[in-house]
C-alpha cells in the first residue's frame, strides 16, 4: 500500500465519516433511507417533528409514506372499471411527504384536492429494516371521509410496533354505478354478467397490493387485519367474505358494522346493499338524467357533473354482484366467509337509532313503536319492556330499545357467524362521550381512542381521554398482533362464544349482559319472524 500523508489520511477519513453518515446504520429509521420498491424508489418522512401528546414512546421512530399509487387514475376510460395496475416511476425517487388527491363524492370539504387521480394509499411505519416483519393494519374510512383526515392518522398505530395503512376508493355513482353496458364489459374480462362494485374492487386492490408490497415498508404480508368503521366496517365485511381477497388476512376489526342480516335496519345502514335489478335499472334513470345514452358518453362528462348523493334522489352502494358480493348476509354466515378468521365488533351508546339529547313526547314514542312493529302485537311486547309514561321516560326508553338493538343483533350475528366458524369474536360496547361536544358516545367517537392519535384532532382532551386511549389501543394493537385483544394491564375480555355477554369499554371496563334476557328474547323473536337480508 502506498504510503499517506498525515494530510492525506486526514482526507482520507474524513471522506470516509461522510460516506458512513450517509448509509442508515441498522437502527435507524426508514426515514433515513430510501425504500425500493418494484414500482420504483419511495422517499418517506418523520411522522412527529416534535413530541406528540398523549401516550406515544416510539414517536421519534416512525416513518410515513404519503400518496403511494396502488392503482392507475379512475378517469377517463378507466371510470367504471376495475381498478389497473399502477404505473412505474422507476426513474426518479417519489417524494411521499404529502397526501395526494381525493376520489370525487368522498367528502365535502374543501381543503383538499379532488380529482379521479385518486387511488392512493399512506403507511406509517415504525421499523428500522425493510426485514422487520411487522403486523399491518389496513385502515378503511367511514362515509364522507378521506385517507388524508387527521381523525385516521396512523401515527398511535405505529407507534405499539404495526405497520398502519390507509388509502382512498370510490365512492358515490363513481364507485357504485351499475349499467348494462358496463355489465357486458365487465363480463368479457372477468366472467361475471354484473357491475357497479367499482368502490368495493378499490378496496380488494389496495389489500392485495399491501399483501404484494408491505413488506418493502417493514410489514409482514402473511399478518394483515383488515378495519374499518360504518362505511369502511361494510369495506371489512366484504373483505372477510369475498373469495377475491381468500387468503389473504389474518383477522378482522368491523366497528359499527354487523347485525342480525334479519334486522331491518340492514338494508339503510353502513352494510345495506342492492340487487343487481336495482342498480342496472337505476343506472339507466341515471344516464338519461344527464342527457346521454351511452357509456361512452358518460365517461366523456366532467367528474363535477357526476356527484350525485341520495339528497338527489340516487342509492349509490354495494351491489350483490355474485362476484365480489357472493351471497346475502345470512347465505354467506350459513355457508361460511371466504376468510374465516378472528373478529372484533361492536357498537357506540349513541348511534344506528339512538340519540343522545333526545326529548320526544310519549305520542312520538308510541307512535315510533307502531311504525316499527306494525305487525301482531310486537309494538304492545316492545312498550312492556321499554315502558314510558312522560317525555323524559319516553327519550330514554326509545333510546335503550335502540341501544339494545344494536348490542343485541351483533351478538345474534355472532351466534349465526359461529355456525360455520370456530374461531373467536370479540364484541365491544362503547360508552364514552369525547370531549367538547354534544352528541354523546356518536357514531365514529371511539376512532381517536382506537388509533390513539388524539394529537391529532383539536377537541379539548382531558387527562382521562388519555387513559381511555391507551386501554382501547391496547386492545386493538394486542389483537393485530395476536388475534386476541387481552394484555397485561387490561381488564379480560372473554370471546362471545355462547354467553349472552359484550365487552363495555370507555365510561367502565369489563363483560355487561348485552341485555336483560327478556330484552334478548323479544328481539331474539321479533327478527325470527323478519325476511333475512
Known sequence: MENLSFSGLSRLLASAAVLSSLIPSSSAALYDTVIETKYGKVQGYPAFNSTPSGNLANWKEITVWKNIPFAATTGGQNRWRAPQPAKSWHNTIRNAKFYGNVCPSATTETQYTIDEDCLNLNIWGPANSSDAKLPVVMWSYPAESTAADALFDGGGMADKGIVFVNYNYRTGSFGWLAHPELSEEFYRVTGSNSSGNWGMLDQFAALKWIHENIADFGGDPGHITVMGQSAGSAATYHILNSPLTKGLIKDAIIESGVRDPHDPLCTSLAEGYNTQAYVLAQGLNYTFSKNVSTIAEMRK????????????????????????????????????????????????????????????????????????????????????????????????????????????????????????????VYTYFWDHAPPGQDQGAYHESEINYVLNNLYGTDKPWTTEDYVIAAKMNGYWSNFIKTGNPNGDGLVHWPSTADNELVQHVGDAWGSIPVASKAKVELFKSWFSTLEAY
Not at 378472528?342 to 313503536?369: C, F, R
Open 301 to 424: 362528462l366532467p367528474w363535477s357533473e357526476l356527484e350525485d348523493t341520495v339528497m338527489d334522489g340516487w342509492s349509490f352502494g354495494a351491489t350483490l354482484d355474485y362476484y365480489a358480493m357472493p351471497a346475502t348476509y345470512a347465505e354467506t354466515l350459513r355457508i361460511g366467509a371466504a376468510n374465516n378468521v378472528p373478529i372484533i365488533t361492536g357498537n357506540t351508546k349513541d348511534e344506528s337509532g339512538a340519540e343522545y339529547g333526545l326529548n320526544i313526547t310519549v305520542a312520538e314514542y308510541l307512535n315510533d313503536l307502531d311504525e316499527t312493529y306494525t305487525t301482531g302485537d310486537w309494538a304492545q311486547k316492545f312498550l312492556a319492556l321499554y315502558p314510558a309514561n312522560n317525555s323524559v321516560r319516553a327519550s330514554g326508553a326509545y333510546n335503550s330499545q335502540f341501544t339494545d338493538r344494536s348490542k343485541v343483533g351483533t351478538w345474534l350475528w355472532t351466534q349465526l357467524w359461529a355456525i360455520s366458524s370456530q374461531q373467536p
